[in-house]
């Protein structure tokens, strides 16, 4: 288990199911287990052959769900509600959070609670109240499309923040200044509004993993913008601690399986192997991003989504499979040819093709995280890019 150091001023608050009035529910999340398959043999590999494939994803079905709830005292929180054999996914969250803010409070006394990720207020186990006949009776009356909870699931509390992911920016509808009668206002805007996002992400990671921590399950619902305005400057937070770790609690088969990826050791697991996967992850968050913000405009009458898939699957498909990881030379080839990624090709040639440098960098953290190379990549060195220059 992790080792928490004890601070009194983080300790967090046991609540009871009267203590809320949920409101609705908000949303929910599943996981998912991937597999990378290797064949034998010299032949080549077919990538768009179902028979071979190169990874395949087996989905978990909900596993948490989240409610938009008041305390009796009016404040608006989160609920997370975590379902059965997702019980120790919330336990795991919990404590990388008092972690964290553990180590803020060590290092100020004012810095509990670090900005960079969400602030859990405390947990509530379920108990016997969800499974009277009363309390089930009200919640089909007030919540009539959601089951309602099972008597044996942890909810973790925490302040409400609010719902922006950074994906979904692309769709926002923005605002255009009266007198920018043909968009370029709005695309300069634009333009800068999704590198200061991108480094406010990579910002935020580097502070994660200099406390020790990472994520392992990064993705672009995980990370939250402080506004989805682009005449702004947003702020990046960092969520979903479900699977996350530190040198502590790497379990003996996340050792055996770093070190097969070409780990040197133990202590090569986390700062190495484990960072990488991270970078990895936000390959795809920033290509998500762009090219989704490539694709719309962010008016009316601008596309409302892209055409061409983004998700993760679809461009790991691309990138890793069809490309073989040439990210800057193929798949940028690839973005060139499609009038609706025009954009997002332009944005990342900028200061001499940097954007595509650093999407290589993170192409390659995953494919060989123990090389050289990839070890001297961080979050950190990435933001020192020169494509970073204009967005600071």
């Known amino acids: 288990m992790l080792a928490l150091l004890h601070v009194a001023s983080v300790a967090m608050r046991s609540f009871t199911p009267s203590a809320f009035l949920i409101k609705r529910q908000v949303g929910q999340l599943g996981f998912a287990t991937e597999t990378e398959w290797q064949y034998g043999g010299e032949a080549p590999r077919n990538p768009f052959d179902p028979d071979t494939p190169k990874r395949t ?180 937070k960092v969520i979903d601690f479900g699977f996350a770790a530190t040198a502590g609690r790497l379990s003996s088969e996340d050792v055996s399986s770093a070190m097969a990826r070409g780990a040197e050791g133990p202590l090569d697991v986390i700062p190495f192997c484990c960072r990488a996967d991270d970078l990895h992850a936000l390959l795809y968050v920033m290509l998500e991003v762009v090219l989704g913000a490539s694709a719309s405009d962010g008016s009316d009458s601008g596309a409302a989504a892209s055409a061409r898939p983004t998700d993760l699957q679809s461009l790991k498909r691309l990138i890793e499979d069809v490309f073989g990881g040439d990210a800057k030379g193929a798949f940028r080839d690839y973005c060139a040819q499609e009038a609706e990624w025009a954009g997002a090709v332009s944005l990342l040639d900028e200061a001499d093709g940097a954007g595509w440098a650093i999407v290589q960098a993170l192409v390659d953290c995953g494919r060989q995280p123990s090389s050289e190379a990839a070890k001297a990549v961080s979050a950190q060195s990435l933001l020192m890019s020169p494509w970073f220059d204009d967005a600071r």
């Open 57 to 236: 994803i087996e989905a978990s079905g909900v596993s948490v769900r989240l409610f938009d709830a008041k305390l009796d005292d009016g404040t608006r929180v989160l609920l997370k509600e975590y379902i059965g054999e997702a019980c120790s996914i919330g336990e795991t969250e919990e404590e990388v959070y008092e972690l964290l803010y553990s180590r803020g409070a060590q290092a100020d006394a004012q810095l509990v609670r670090p900005a960079q990720v969400g602030r859990l207020l405390g947990r509530m186990r379920a108990d016997s109240t969800f499974g009277s006949a009363a309390f089930r009776a009200e919640w089909a009356r007030a919540l009539p499309d959601t089951p309602p909870p099972s008597s044996d699931g942890l909810w973790l509390v925490f302040s409400w923040d609010g719902l922006r992911p950074i994906a979904a920016f692309p769709l926002q509808r923005q605002e255009r200044s009266f007198f920018d009668f043909d968009g370029r206002g709005a695309a300069a805007e634009r333009r800068v509004y999704t590198k200061r996002a991108l480094a406010q992400t990579f910002q935020t990671i580097g502070w994660l993993h200099g406390q020790g921590v990472v994520h392992r399950s990064l993705g672009s619902s995980s990370l939250l913008l402080s506004t989805y305005d682009q005449r702004e400057y947003p702020r990046v």
